[in-house]
């Protein structure tokens, strides 16, 4: 039997970025906040130490920052007619486990989405026409459009420290930003970051090829930092141990060192480590969340009861939670009703690896640091005849050269032995990649409900998650290695190896950890699991974050958007405490 | 009517702060006036008595932290108003005579680790406010913990030839040849602020020298540094809204404060008024310095070895030049503290590691990791030694043995 526990005004299931935003936003509005998480306490000093944290067999080799398969995971197909079989091991997605998420172990690549990207159907549609979308691509608008997120955007990245140059303030296009951006009411806080070898030969070759490239918006700071909170943060030193690793230098953006010190100060927060929310409950009449079970690191089982329930865990635990607490419909691809699962999507990235004739010193980098095109992204070119809708960005990343898994070594080299040395020792300084990073729509098929067969150690079925790239992904992503391929060809190399992806998703080799959908936002109660403010159509007192609400992925990694919208669903809450009403009515 | 809205609102604040006060002073019947426990909270705090009368993890103000000192290790008291296990029972009489000249309600000598010898000269009106404030704080019900010292340090009795000879129970009197201002400094670091405890040298029973007040003393293992004049390493640097700075949010172009001197920014000076802390800038801008020395400075192999772990180790954050980043991390160049006579909080800053204070000016806590895992003695010494003697630094250089002695010292201590 659940222990019951006094209750609190908010409970925020799990302790990321979003969960940071909103506790700083509604505890300075007065209200009291809890934040569960199901993995312990970290902070720079001692966790991320510099004396330790650049240990790539430990962090980025066997994951010990990340989430425990053992503990938690979910079942994979294809199709719908596979039987699916569970994820033992990590691979192709690294979610994250502890207080800062995967905000701990993030790149800083910090992005706004395009301001088509957010009325995708509406502007394809009028583009070219309603055949240009697949019967079987269920992509919809978000029901908030980017001028509404601009001042959230910005929130963010002032939070942040974000390094970059503006492309577009106010409507004016600054030279040397992204020309393709959302106008943006001012620019980045920080200068881009000092550009390594790689990425200046890349801008070079970008604009012999007629593109228009930009260094990219980074969440590693350029210079020491102050953030609105009155938090300081250091200068990046380019040890290029950003992905997968926490940042030793106060450098790169994270809700440690960006928004706790201020936080944890709080008499109305409060945050418990190693609890595991296992069910959000609701009243009798299913329409008002009482609260979470919570799960702690003794196995006691206790009952948090709260005014207000937010999902702030990853993405798949979002809708793994609402479906094992029988909130909301659950998705049907046969019928194509219910929302809960509807609409998953994921990242489809490809690369160009490239062997130089200059040298490059790779290991100097930093996770965010690159030069980047947008002029296939989004709807920024004309896709008439193309065979696919979106698109994606082309960079090349300098996130650092680490020594096991970031040799970008010529096509057939030895993967062992002497013939491996020899090749790490004639190209590893001259070698680089660029990566294709492309938007995937969602689809009828692709969707996430619960296992039948497996569970997990509380008992709960597993997510079952059944997934793959659409013809239009494979076509973009064709179109989007043939463009990178293009530029490599205009950079003075010994060598091109093009890497288009291809066939059916994998969830074994690493591609990134931008999951998303599964409670999509939206206008319409039939084809979203919460409005265009994040509250839930069914239990208005239940918000969902993340990339859980995106309808469909876009070209971009999602976090700068993430971000955006728990400020925008912060504002939203404080109005709907004062009057506790669904902010939209049906 | 417009002009008395101003006035109605302000009656209505007034009242709101009286409920206010009420709620949080709820627990004793204090029969002082609000602006009177409002004043012992400021001076309190003034005082850092809350930093010492705590354990860590334990209740605040029920005592039983270690205090180690070159004796044995003595813990604080139960401060709280508990009548039996705290001074609850005590009257402003007996609290007064314990600030005043060390010795408890039961006529028992206190170990000068209570800082008495500093407290006696604080005015009684002052000394009361402070017991009218702990007068308000819930009593918490924990006995004293005994102390553990070597003999004969142990026997209690020793404490009054302590006091004959070094106690001078007088309090504070104004200097009339200097300013209002210089003299609030005065009472401030001579009195509550007890500055001398760590940075006044003391003799072989730990008794603070007269002769050269605030030249650089010891402190927990660590040598705080001199407070006096000299660029080098002292304050002479500094200007007066340096030192404010510094006290009032825990660092500034030149230093971030380290070791003890975090904790005490923390609990206790970032607490000061900015008329407070610009009289003791004042104040410590006048005191003399020690004379300069002849540093023995380390050999160029040491100076090589240094530099390269420096690069390896440091100069991520503290850069090449020395001279740290702004507002973040601090500078080693020129820096009074690096180039203290005595070496010990270097070292222990780099075997331990720091964290910056966290205040309400600047909440961020900086934290810089410890490094005894992966420097040995050896490196440690060169590499304290090159800090101390790179970019115009110098000091002299450090032995491998004084890294080996402190290393165990902070192995084995309470802290």
Redesign the interface.
């Known amino acids: 039997m659940a222990k019951k526990l006094p209750e609190v005004e908010v409970v925020l299931v799990g302790f990321g970025w979003t969960a940071s935003i909103i506790a700083q936003e509604l505890t300075d509005a007065g209200m009291q906040v809890l934040a569960l998480e199901r993995g312990g306490w970290r902070?720079?000093?001692?966790d991320f130490?510099?004396?330790h944290i650049q240990d790539e067999l430990r962090y980025a080799v066997r994951k010990e920052i990340f989430e425990q398969t053992r503990r938690q995971t979910l079942t994979f197909r294809n199709r719908v007619d596979q039987l699916a079989l569970p994820m033992r091991q990590l691979g192709s997605f690294l979610p994250a486990s502890g207080v800062g998420g995967a905000g701990v172990h993030w790149n800083g690549q910090n992005w706004r989405f395009l301001p088509t990207d957010f009325v995708i159907r509406t502007q394809t549609e009028q583009r070219y026409g309603k055949k240009m979308i697949p019967d079987d691509m269920t992509i919809q608008d978000w029901g908030v459009t980017y001028d509404e997120l601009e001042p959230y955007y910005d929130k963010f990245e002032y939070l942040c420290g974000i390094s970059g140059q503006a492309g577009n303030i106010g409507g004016q296009i600054q030279p040397g930003g992204n020309p393709f951006e959302g106008p943006r009411k001012r620019g980045y806080p920080l200068p881009p970051l000092k550009r390594s070898a790689a990425t200046v030969l890349f801008d070079k070759a970008a604009r012999e090829v007629g593109l228009h490239p930009f260094p990219a918006p980074a969440a590693n700071t350029s210079e020491?930092y102050?953030n609105p909170?009155?938090?300081?943060?250091?200068?990046c030193?380019y040890?290029g141990y950003c992905e997968w690793f926490g940042c030793?230098?106060?450098s790169k953006a994270s809700p440690q060192s960006t928004i706790l010190?201020?936080l944890l100060?709080k008499p109305n927060f409060s945050f418990r480590t190693h609890c595991a929310v296992t069910r959000v409950n609701t009243d009798g009449t299913g329409k008002r969340a009482t609260g979470v079970t919570y799960v702690d690191q003794d196995g006691k089982e206790f009952d948090q009861p709260a005014r207000m329930v937010v999902l702030c865990a990853f993405a798949h635990h979002n809708v793994h939670l609402l479906l094992v607490s029988k909130i909301g419909t659950p998705y049907d691809p046969a019928s194509g009703q219910g929302v809960v699962g509807r609409n998953y999507a994921y990242q489809l990235s490809s690369s160009v690896n490239i062997t130089c004739k200059d040298l490059l010193n790779p290991f100097m980098g930093a996770g965010a640091l690159g030069q980047v095109v947008d002029d296939f992204n989004g709807d920024n070119f004309d896709h008439t005849g193309k065979g696919f809708i979106a698109g994606g960005y082309i960079a090349l990343w300098n996130t650092g050269g680490r020594p096991i898994l970031q040799e970008y070594l010529p096509k057939g080299s030895p993967k062992w032995g002497s013939g491996w040395k020899k090749a790490v020792h004639e190209d590893y300084l001259y070698s680089t990649h660029m990566q294709c990073h492309g938007a995937v729509m969602s689809y009828r098929d692709n969707y996430l409900d619960l296992d039948p067969t497996w569970k997990d150690e509380y008992g709960n079925p597993l997510l079952r998650l059944t997934f793959t790239f659409g013809q239009n992904e494979h076509a973009m992503s064709k179109f989007l290695t043939d463009q990178a391929t293009r530029i490599a060809q205009a950079i003075p190399n010994r060598g091109i190896n093009s890497k288009p992806r291809e066939g059916d998703y994998s969830i074994v080799p690493y591609q990134t950890t931008h999951n998303t959908g599964g409670a999509a936002m939206g206008n319409d109660p039939r084809t979203s699991f919460v409005n265009r403010y994040l509250q839930s159509w069914d239990v208005p007192n239940l918000w969902v974050m993340g990339s859980t609400v995106f309808p469909q992925n876009a070209g971009y990694n999602p976090t700068g958007t993430v971000g955006a919208l728990a400020f925008w669903a912060a504002a939203a809450m404080k109005r709907y405490v004062r009057d506790p009403q669904p902010l939209v009515q049906v | 009517m417009s002009a008395r809205i101003p006035i109605i609102l302000l009656a209505l604040l007034c009242g709101g702060a009286a409920i206010a006060a009420q709620q949080v002073y709820a627990p004793q019947s204090s029969k002082a006036s609000w602006s009177t426990i409002e004043r012992g909270r400021y001076l309190a705090r003034a005082s850092d008595c809350e930093s010492c009368h705590t354990a860590q993890g334990g209740k605040p103000w029920a005592g039983g932290r270690p205090v180690p000192t070159p004796f044995g290790i003595v813990y604080s008291m139960n401060i709280t108003p508990d009548r039996d296990t705290g001074i609850g029972a005590w009257s402003g009489e007996d609290f007064y005579l314990a600030m005043h000249q060390g010795i408890d309600r039961e006529g028992k000598r206190l170990y000068p680790a209570f800082p008495y010898p500093w407290y006696t000269h604080m005015a009684r009106g002052d000394v009361d406010a402070i017991k009218a404030y702990l007068d308000t704080l819930s009593p918490v019900r924990q006995v004293d913990r005994q102390p553990e010292l070597h003999w004969p340090f142990s026997m209690r009795s020793m404490l009054a030839i302590w006091d004959k000879l070094y106690l001078h129970p007088d309090r504070f009197e104004p200097d009339p040849k200097h300013s209002a201002q210089w003299n609030r400094g005065a009472y401030l670091v001579q009195g509550a602020g007890h500055c001398g405890a760590c940075h006044t040298d003391k003799n072989f029973l730990g008794a603070a020298d007269p002769k050269h007040p605030m030249q650089g003393g010891f402190a927990e293992h660590v040598f705080a540094p001199n407070l006096g004049a000299g660029e080098r390493d002292g304050l002479g640097g500094w200007s007066e809204r340096d030192i404010a700075q510094y006290l009032g949010t825990g660092s500034n172009a030149h230093a971030t404060a380290a070791g003890p001197m975090a904790e005490v920014v923390q609990q206790s000076t970032q607490y000061l008024t900015q008329d407070d802390l610009h009289a003791v800038a004042v104040y410590l801008k006048g005191l003399e310095g020690p004379e300069d020395s002849q540093p023995r400075t380390p050999d160029q192999d040491t100076m090589n070895e240094g530099r390269a772990l420096y690069v390896d180790d440091c100069a991520g954050c503290h850069m090449d030049d020395g001279k740290g980043l702004a507002n973040t991390f601090p500078p080693l160049r020129e820096s009074s503290a690096i180039q203290a006579a005595q070496p010990q909080l270097l070292i222990a800053v780099i075997l331990q590691g720091a964290k910056s204070p966290a205040t309400r000016a600047k909440p961020t806590g900086l934290t810089m990791p410890a490094f005894a895992d992966k420097l040995d003695d050896a490196q440690t010494a060169a590499l304290v030694s090159y800090i101390r003697n790179e970019w115009g630094n110098r000091a002299d250089a450090v032995s491998r043995s004084s890294v080996a002695k402190l290393r165990h010292t902070l192995a084995g201590s309470p802290q």
């Open positions: 902070d720079t000093v001692p130490s510099v004396t020491p102050l909170l009155g938090v300081q943060m250091g200068q030193t040890c030793a230098n106060y010190p201020v100060k």
